[in-house]
């Protein structure tokens, strides 16, 4: 029985040589793993256009993109710190969670789920007092798919003084990032991703300067960021078990995306599998959460039909039977579904992934949809 076709945000389809890259162990301690663990630190940093003798390093963490995530907030935020969060999703509201949980000063600041955070907006709330130390947005909302404009953000939080935490799971490798041109402090992704790897493992690119004046600051210990990269700089090696496979994997993924040519033409992949999507989903009268203008290549919300014969589980459950898996809503205010274009997908894919939800909504009598 063939995989199905993921059309999700993450995890999603990998290839072939990604998944037969797990099937061998490798010692953890071993020098052949530590070879691969410091040759996909050193690749992070080449993608995202910045190296280890500019100062910057890439810092891998065991466990999901929101682990990392929590790794970061425990770790860089002083004790008399606070945190401003610019949230227009579920993902932005998620930093506010863990903030609060630990215990840090934090403020949000939210916008409509179909709007972008506004500049001008933002300048003024890092002027009023107490102000903020640090700024968290998330740069593609994956509630969504809407793209936040991460460099004006940027220029207005660096303007102020602030450390600035950028969310880029849904974004890093497949949207075109220059970090040696954003004040960005620190970004957090993930491997499986635009990046096509497997779930086990997340990363934190960071300056090196702002991680290092973090000593003393964590509040974890499995989580503790510094105590992490000054591990792997020491001996090259995780503190805890690493997830050798999904690290083995993820060595795979980063070669492939070097064979495909770079995220530019990885997001050109992607930017042709969407437009392919939006003629067939509005063919059949699906329309489209998000303005055009702010929408990525990543993920597409659409809004479900007005006819009453559509039921989501059931739509859901015969397009999975047919081998399509699609992505349930999360916009709070309105009925949506996702479909996600990343992943080892083509416009083939996405062609079949429409013809198999045209043949759902006649078996479904959905006769009207708007």
Request: net charge neutral.
């Amino acid at each position: 029985m063939s995989d199905p076709l993921l059309f999700t945000p993450g995890p999603l389809t990998t290839s072939a040589k990604v998944k037969a890259a797990m099937q061998r162990d490798v010692g953890s301690r071993d020098s052949e793993f530590i070879g691969i663990v410091a040759e996909i630190r050193s690749e992070l940093l080449r993608i995202g256009g910045v190296s280890k003798e500019a100062g910057y390093e890439a810092v891998p963490m065991q466990g999901s993109g929101t682990f990392a995530i929590e790794a970061v907030l425990s770790s860089v935020i002083p004790p008399d710190g606070r945190l401003l969060v610019l949230a227009n999703g579920a993902y932005g509201e998620r930093i506010r969670q863990i903030a609060e949980r630990l215990k840090i000063a934090v403020s949000i600041n939210r916008w409509p789920e179909d709007e972008s955070p506004n500049v001008v907006t933002v300048w003024r709330l890092l002027r009023q007092q107490p102000r903020p130390t640090h700024v968290a947005i998330v740069h593609l909302e994956t509630t969504t798919g809407i793209l936040n404009p991460i460099d004006e953000i940027g220029a207005v939080v660096r303007e102020h003084g602030c450390r600035f935490i950028v969310d880029a799971m849904s974004s890093f490798g497949g949207v075109a990032l220059d970090l040696a041109a954003l004040p960005v402090d620190y970004l957090v992704s993930s491997a499986n991703k635009c990046l096509e790897g497997v779930p086990g493992f997340s990363f934190v690119i960071t300056r090196r300067g702002a991680l290092q004046e973090s000593a003393g600051w964590a509040r974890s210990v499995s989580l503790d960021l510094l105590a992490q990269f000054e591990a792997l700089e020491s001996n090259g090696q995780f503190r805890f078990t690493p997830p050798t496979h999904a690290l083995l994997a993820f060595a795979q993924a980063l070669a492939e995306l070097r064979e495909e040519g770079g995220v530019p033409a990885r997001a050109e992949r992607f930017r042709r599998n969407r437009e392919a999507l939006l003629p067939g989903m509005r063919q059949l009268g699906f329309r489209e959460y998000l303005k055009p203008e702010c929408q990525s290549d990543i993920i597409t919300s659409f809004r479900f039909p007005e006819d009453a014969a559509f039921e989501f589980a059931k739509f859901y459950r015969r397009l999975a039977e047919r081998g399509f898996v699609i992505y349930p809503g999360k916009v709070s205010h309105a009925d949506c579904f996702r479909i996600g274009t990343i992943g080892r997908l083509s416009v083939g894919d996405v062609n079949g992934l429409i013809a198999a939800i045209e043949r759902v909504l006649t078996e479904m009598n959905v006769q009207r949809v708007s």
